[in-house]
């Protein structure tokens, strides 16, 4: 018979939004009229902008005549996206790129999932805590992890970030080969400065180590002297490799578009000490694994570039962002700690009266009918903490937070 990969026996059974879903399913059935808000959501809901729509119908349409009919694409992605890529989202910034060291894929998701691959099993792995699960999960499934006690794997280093320390990971007391560092960060919100990010680049540099950096949310940033990419950061090609995506950014979380960079000059050593290009590597495993993003979803997100496609982004974005407003406000009115909602679109409470995450998680959906996401779920240091999302609508974050105050 057929044997498993056992690492996958490794994992938790419980995904923590199925124990979520069974408790609201479970408190519907006991209130059926109960109207529950939902701010846990980590999906966008204002629609794509008009400008991506027209763009994609165009694409589409273009798909249907022989002569602008196109298969297979190139896997690394068309020039004219990449090359957009590179002007607005780094030359903006001065930051140089050349084509070579821009991948489109169909969602950060399945990059930072699958560029573990292109590093040794015995590389010892950083996460901060808490922690989007992917980064833990795909280490687990790949067996860089050991085995899991007390809510943590034992092979795998955790950088608490907490209210003690200001949520600003501690560099790690031991050598570690490969750091998941995310900015704005899910679920706490919270950013960090240049100076912060170069005490990584620098550590990076003295312990050759690589930085995996997820900038997911990168579109939120609306503090000046926030880093909007690790390379902002003085020689942090060399250690870092960036993800982004359309999804948070443009609405394109049903759409599936994103990117990632792998410099050219950032290396990793093989057993004999001989250093290899991590950007052959992943060009190599993208060849042999993937088959591009569809042509129609490529032009699609190159519209989120024309100037239309910018304003009507950061109109959704704003709209984000001015509910997390009204949540940070109304959270302090009623004395509760929260951090976050300024340049990311989550908002980190803390428990009231050292509540449990879980505890507090029951108390809300009680007694105020509001659902969020209990701390625990994104990893140990998470406990006594609960996140909520800015992506509901104004009119129900609005009465989720008069229900809190009436609370
Ligand atoms: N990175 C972080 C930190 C996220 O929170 C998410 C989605 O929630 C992703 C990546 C996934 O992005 P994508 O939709 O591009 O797969």
């Not at 902008?49 to 896997?75: C, L, N, S």
């Not at 607005?88 to 070579?100: A, F, G, P, T």
């Not at 993937?290 to 496609?309: C, D, E, H, I, L």
């Not at 990893?379 to 105050?405: C, D, H, Q, V």
Request: aromatic share 12%; charged share 30%.
């Amino acid at each position: 018979m057929a044997k498993i990969n056992e690492n996958y026996l490794l994992l938790p059974e419980n995904y923590i939004f199925s124990e979520i879903e069974a408790r609201i399913q479970k408190f519907k059935k006991e209130n059926p009229d109960a109207n529950i808000i939902d701010l846990g959501i980590g999906d966008v809901t204002r629609p794509l902008p008009k400008a991506v729509i027209e763009a994609f119908h165009r694409a589409v349409d273009e798909m249907g005549r022989p002569e602008t009919f196109r298969g297979y694409g190139p896997e690394q992605g068309y020039k004219f996206l990449i090359e957009k890529i590179i002007k607005y989202d780094y030359e903006k910034r001065n930051i140089e790129l050349s084509v070579d060291e821009v991948f489109i894929s169909d969602g950060a998701k399945c990059d930072i999932a699958n560029i573990q691959e292109l590093f040794d099993v015995n590389n010892r792995v950083a996460v901060l805590d808490p922690v989007y699960p992917v980064y833990v999960e795909t280490n687990v499934m790949a067996g860089r992890a050991g085995k899991p006690t007390d809510g943590k794997y034992e092979n795998i280093v955790y950088l608490p970030c907490k209210e003690e320390n200001n949520f600003i990971p501690p560099l790690p007391d031991e050598k570690v080969d490969l750091i998941y560092l995310c900015y704005p960060n899910n679920p706490t919100g919270t950013v960090l400065t240049k100076k912060e990010l170069k005490k990584w680049v620098d550590y990076a540099h003295e312990n050759e180590s690589i930085i995996l950096y997820d900038g997911a949310y990168e579109a939120f940033i609306q503090e000046k002297n926030i880093p909007h990419s690790i390379y902002e950061i003085e020689d942090a090609k060399e250690v870092a490799i960036e993800f982004r995506s359309f999804s948070k950014t443009a609405g394109f979380t049903g759409v599936r578009c994103a990117y990632c960079v792998v410099p050219l000059q950032a290396k990793a050593k093989d057993n004999k000490g001989r250093k290899h290009s991590l950007n052959k590597l992943w060009r190599r495993r993208q060849a042999a694994k993937f088959n591009g993003v569809s042509y129609p979803v490529q032009v699609a997100a190159s519209a989120v570039y024309t100037k239309r496609g910018q304003r009507e982004i950061k109109e959704s974005i704003e709209y984000y962002l001015n509910n997390a407003k009204i949540m940070r406000k109304a959270l302090k009115k009623i004395g509760l700690k929260a951090y976050g909602g300024v340049n990311a679109p989550y908002i980190w409470i803390k428990t009231p009266n050292g509540m449990n995450s879980w505890d507090f998680f029951d108390y809300l959906l009680e007694n105020a009918q509001i659902v969020g996401t209990p701390g625990i779920g994104f990893g140990p240091s998470g406990e006594g903490y609960f996140r909520i999302t800015a992506f509901n609508t104004r009119e129900n974050t609005k009465e989720a937070m008069k229900r809190l105050e009436d609370l």
